[in-house]
């Protein structure tokens, strides 16, 4: 019945299987579930079948691979088609929750948090976000979904659950890996958002241009069923490969080629100007990067929701940034920082952004992720000797790869003539050390490329770690420190 007009089933008698539950990895199949059998699983998928058998299986539904099973097997031909069976399995053909897809290299996380907290004060009902902080359904009630975008059946889960629950929206952080995998696939977005392009991740896509129409074809698919597009102008890619019918928010007020333009006048104070006239936002979080991420999420307001641009003020002033983006480390004197910035153009930004703030030198410490884009990191070598004054490089997540070679690369990039002073320190706790205590007065710093994880990830082995942790340890002693001299 479920699967009635989507695929092929194969099965020894005609009866309906009764199905308790369904699950995508055979190691955590239960009695009386279905197992889903996604392309990925295609090399290994004959063990995976036997395995879900043997934990008490009852049908499998084989995507876009061949399985061949004593078990009814129903196969269907695309992902789109186990989108349309997992609507049905979780009766959410009726989505009743606005789904809002967030992509862009950078920028995600801050706007789906930013997003969730506006709504949440525009209307009574719960609002949730989905992204490389969890599934977040309140700031204290985060669950793990272990990717930024999650697996397909977590995905339909959420949107069963939000649907029941009567969540009026969910801000999901989009990845190319989410979208590349289909992992979204059978979710109808009600808005696309698309914040920016750059440099990451370009060795799993094939290159720039792959990952460019990944994130197009999301944006793109969002509009062709009838959703909105909300999408930076300030870039030509973006520019040249969004839907015609997209909504522009872009930097500078004196443009008309945008639905929203901005400018912050201040740090903090952020000047918004469309058709309707003018607003100013105020204390948004500290940074351009951030006032950008605020006109985004005002001209998705204004889009998806119809909200006047004279109401922003009240839905947006004093918002949050959320953990890790540009966060100041609590117990410092408002010298240290810690960003999410693991790219070339969020580094570029990040200490731009900084450079505003600081009195004095500009410092920072970072690294590069290990088995992931080779190409960024002599990119964010060269952007860190350009911006900084002192430069500390470290280990990021190194995995398989030895940190030395990593950091050798990111050297690469420095080519003189550059003013900066660059010490190496592989040890990424002794790196934060050695920068506080250089901190002078009027001196900041940044610390980069982790912001809130809570891991360094290290020959396939997550070991426990928190820039923030480790940065308040330091502060801590360097004051308690100061004022014992003070006493003596
Ligand atoms: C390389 C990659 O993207 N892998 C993702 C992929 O896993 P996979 O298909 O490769 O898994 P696999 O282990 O080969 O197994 C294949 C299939 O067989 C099944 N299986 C496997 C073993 C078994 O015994 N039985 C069994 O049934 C698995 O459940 C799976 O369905 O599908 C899984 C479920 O959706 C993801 O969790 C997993 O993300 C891994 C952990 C990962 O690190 N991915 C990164 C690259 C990623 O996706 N990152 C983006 C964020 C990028 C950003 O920073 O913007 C993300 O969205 O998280």
Redesign the pocket.
């Given at each position: 019945m479920l699967a009635e007009g989507l695929g092929q089933l194969h099965a020894e008698s005609s009866d309906d299987v009764l199905i308790m539950g369904i699950c995508?990895?055979?190691?955590y199949v239960k009695p009386g579930y279905a197992?889903i059998?996604?392309p990925?699983?295609r090399a290994?998928v004959a063990?995976?079948v036997e395995?879900?058998g043997k934990q008490g299986a009852t049908a499998i539904i084989a995507v876009g691979v061949s399985v061949t099973s004593d078990l009814p097997v129903l196969h269907l031909a695309s992902m789109q088609q186990a989108g349309l069976l997992l609507r049905r399995l979780f009766r959410t053909e009726e989505a009743r929750t606005h789904f809002y897809g967030i992509t862009g290299?950078d920028g995600?996380t801050s706007v789906a948090w930013m997003l969730r907290e506006a709504l949440t004060r525009y209307q009574p009902k719960p609002v949730w976000s989905c992204g490389?902080l969890g599934w977040l359904r309140a700031p204290d009630d985060i669950l793990d979904i272990?990717?930024?975008?999650?697996?397909?059946l977590t995905m339909h889960a959420m949107l069963s659950s939000a649907n029941l629950g009567g969540v009026h929206s969910v801000a999901c952080?989009i990845?190319?890996?989410?979208i590349a995998?289909e992992?979204i696939a059978g979710i109808d977005f009600h808005t696309a958002i698309w914040t920016n392009m750059g440099h990451?991740?370009l060795q799993?896509h094939g290159g720039y241009e792959t990952y460019l129409k990944t994130k197009a074809g999301f944006v793109q698919a969002t509009a062709a069923h009838g959703g909105n597009v909300v999408a930076n102008a300030d870039h030509a890619d973006i520019r040249e490969h969004a839907p015609e019918h997209a909504c522009w928010y872009g930097h500078g007020l004196y443009r008309d080629d945008v639905d929203l333009a901005w400018e912050q006048e201040l740090p903090g104070l952020l000047r918004l100007k469309s058709a309707e006239g003018e607003v100013v936002i105020e204390d948004i979080p500290l940074g351009d990067f951030h006032a950008e991420n605020v006109a985004c999420v005002a001209l998705t307001l204004m889009v998806s929701m119809a909200i006047p641009l004279a109401d922003l003020p009240k839905l947006l002033g004093r918002i949050s940034a959320p953990p890790g983006r540009m966060q100041e480390v609590t117990a410092g004197y408002g010298q240290v920082y810690i960003d999410y910035a693991h790219t070339p153009e969020a580094l570029d930004r990040c200490l731009q952004a900084a450079r505003k703030l600081t009195r004095a030198r500009l410092m920072v410490v970072f690294g590069c992720g290990g088995e992931r884009d080779r190409e960024k990191r002599p990119q964010m070598g060269a952007i860190a000797v350009e911006q900084a004054d002192l430069v500390w490089i470290t280990s990021d997540n190194p995995r398989g790869e030895m940190p030395a070679v990593i950091a050798s690369e990111i050297e690469q990039g420095m080519s003189q003539p550059y003013a900066a002073e660059v010490r190496l320190q592989l040890d990424r706790d002794k790196a934060i050390g050695e920068a506080i205590a250089t901190l002078a007065e009027g001196d900041l710093l940044i610390i980069a490329g982790k912001g809130h994880e809570a891991y360094m990830d290290v020959c396939g082995q997550r070991l426990p770690w928190s820039d923030e942790q480790v940065a308040e340890k330091y502060l801590h002693q360097k004051h308690s420190l100061a004022g014992e001299e003070m006493c003596a």
């Open positions: 995508d990895d055979s190691r197992m059998c996604l990925r699983s290994h063990d995976y395995a879900a290299t995600k490389t272990g990717n930024t975008t999650p697996s397909m952080e990845s190319s890996h989410g995998q992992r990451d991740h799993d």
